[in-house]
């Protein structure tokens, strides 16, 4: 197969948006797409004073506001939803992104995952020692739920706070990991510092990372406490291996990078994560896995914890030795960038600019009201930005990221509204690499992600042009054959009573440009025109008439939208 890179690599040597530079105009008209890459693997102004007091003038009212194209409005909730339709396109275009955005925030969660597993019967002891229910709550949450802005957010929350159903070892794990998703999800608009208190106190994330039944150190024995997450908290949570400038930047001494912490904080603080343990023993059903932990007295080491330059005293107990340390990390320097960077990644570029970046990094550090880790301004700010807004990012093949497996997915059913009649949402576990997506929600292999923020595709353009491509670390030529293969078969018969509505786009079959026009729209693809004329060109090499001509156009126009090379590649 062809590389799989040029649809996000270009000359590297073109200058990168620069935070001071002057930007396109958030709302100017796009230009016209660079054609489609063949190399890609994926197919207040007053007037001054005379003398005397002025007649009293009316203010003249404000300029009206410059409303987005629809297809700016596509692209704008390419990165802000996990797919959209024809209804939130024009939704967008026709009130504006402040407009949205502040209606999305506003908007209360339906219902929770717990809830929907317990209304569906799975809280029946029938399913306890299975993950019956799992798969359909996670699809049908991001497929069907209004509240798209805080499903993008807790899937971007989930990408690097990861839990993965496989390794929560318990019954009732179905209803763990829908605990979990549940803290990401109401916290997504919240503040940081509570988010990393609730997630270091659930149930699931005690048992994936293994702290629960953590116990002080036993010097009879030499056992001494478990320190997975007291490491990963540190290096994959919040503040990463390596000392950050605000924008990002690694900071280097002697020509090396500053390490952010040690060995000996990480000791001293996994003696923090000791003595935590579920909330009762009743078992007979799942509601204690709803509930935070506790901390058990006897278990929990009393003795001095110092790392990262904090010293809890001797003799504090567990509740607030947990609250000084989450303190301490929260007030690290490095949390700003850290967490900032990633969420951009999985909003909008893989490779933001240094200058983006910082701009972000000071909304987490201060949302203008003097808090810190206000995740709402911080979302506003990503997806607000003069650099994520700019119409000549859409062009520039270094800019954007290649979208998630679960997001081409999801983009295409929240386009043609897809629905499960029954509530099984038949989708299942799409993890199989060679039949599948290679991806699928809550299912992460370890608490690494399916890919990490850093990855850069060996021997590849994207590393000799010193960037990185996170989502190619599960994309290869099996996995795109798959892929392409599975969404085929999805498109024209769904799973089960999961099905796409396309009443829409048939009465567009008959032309084939309306029609991959429309298409290019609704999944915020981006189409070059070049693209555009092949899609079209292979929708009317099949016949109209007949009963099955215009659905087979669409199907076809779908999939091959599904496949380009600049669908897969989010700009």
Not at 45 to 64: D, I, L, N, V
Not at 80 to 108: C, H, I, K, Y
């Amino acid at each position: 197969m062809a590389d799989a890179e040029s649809g996000l690599v270009a000359d590297h040597a073109a200058p990168a948006l620069d935070a001071d530079a002057a930007a396109p105009a958030p709302h100017s008209a796009s230009p016209a797409l660079a054609p489609l890459a063949a190399s890609l693997t994926l197919a207040a102004c007053g007037g001054g004073g005379g003398g005397g007091t002025p007649p009293a003038t009316p203010a003249p009212p404000p300029p009206a506001a410059i409303l987005p194209t629809r297809g700016q409005a596509a692209r704008f909730l390419s990165q802000a939803t996990m797919g959209s339709s024809r209804a939130n396109v024009d939704q967008v275009a026709g009130q504006g992104f402040e407009a949205w955005l502040d209606a999305q925030f506003a908007m209360p969660r339906s219902v929770s995952h717990w809830d929907w597993l317990v209304a569906a019967g799975y809280s029946n002891t029938s399913t306890m020692n299975s993950q019956a229910g799992f798969d359909p709550l996670m699809w049908r949450q991001l497929i069907a739920n209004p509240d798209q802005l805080r499903q993008r957010v807790g899937m971007a929350l989930l990408d690097f706070l990861v839990v993965g159903i496989d390794g929560v070892t318990t019954s009732w794990r179905q209803f763990a990991v829908a605990a979990y998703m549940d803290v990401l999800l109401d916290n997504a608009f919240g503040n940081f510092r509570t988010l990393i208190e609730q997630i270091s106190t659930n149930a699931a994330m005690g048992l994936y990372l293994t702290f629960l039944g953590n116990r002080k150190a036993n010097p009879a024995t030499g056992s001494v406490p478990d320190e997975n997450y007291a490491r990963e908290l540190m290096q994959l949570f919040t503040i990463g291996l390596v000392r950050l400038n605000m924008d990002g930047s690694v900071q280097m001494a002697n020509g090396a990078p500053v390490e952010t912490y040690t060995q000996d904080d990480i000791t001293g603080l996994a003696r923090v994560f000791t003595g935590w343990a579920i909330a009762n023993s009743d078992n007979s059903s799942p509601n204690r896995l709803r509930l935070p932990m506790v901390n058990l007295a006897a278990q929990h080491e009393t003795g001095a914890k110092t790392f990262l330059g904090t010293a809890i005293p001797s003799g504090t107990d567990g509740p607030n030795s947990l609250r000084l340390a989450l303190d301490a990390i929260f007030a690290h320097p490095n949390l700003p960038p850290f967490v900032t960077k990633q969420l951009i990644q999985h909003l909008v570029t893989s490779n933001p600019t240094a200058a983006y970046v910082a701009r972000i990094s000071a909304v987490f550090a201060n949302n203008g009201n003097g808090v810190r880790g206000d995740l709402r301004a911080v979302v506003r700010a990503i997806l607000l930005d003069p650099e994520a807004r700019a119409d000549a990012n859409a062009g520039n093949a270094s800019y954007g990221k290649l979208r998630e497996p679960i997001m081409r997915l999801t983009g295409w059913a929240r386009a043609f509204n897809a629905n499960s009649a029954s509530g099984a949402w038949a989708i299942g576990d799409t993890s199989s690499t060679s039949n599948r997506l290679g991806q699928s929600p809550g299912r992460s292999p370890s608490v690494f992600n399916f890919f990490r923020p850093g990855y850069t595709p060996p021997n590849s353009a994207i590393a000799s042009a010193g960037l990185v491509g996170p989502e190619f670390q599960i994309t290869n030529e099996p996995s795109v054959i798959a892929y392409v293969n599975y969404m085929a078969v999805l498109i024209a018969a769904g799973a089960g009573d999961f099905q796409a509505v396309y009443t829409d786009m048939v009465a567009l079959a008959p032309n084939s440009v309306a029609l991959v026009e429309e298409v290019d729209i609704l999944l915020g693809a981006q189409l070059g025109a070049a693209t555009k004329a092949s899609i079209a060109a292979a929708v009317d090499s099949i016949a109209i008439g007949g009963a099955g001509g215009p659905i087979n156009r669409v199907y076809t126009a779908v999939l091959l939208t599904l496949a380009a090379p600049e669908y897969l590649v989010q700009k």
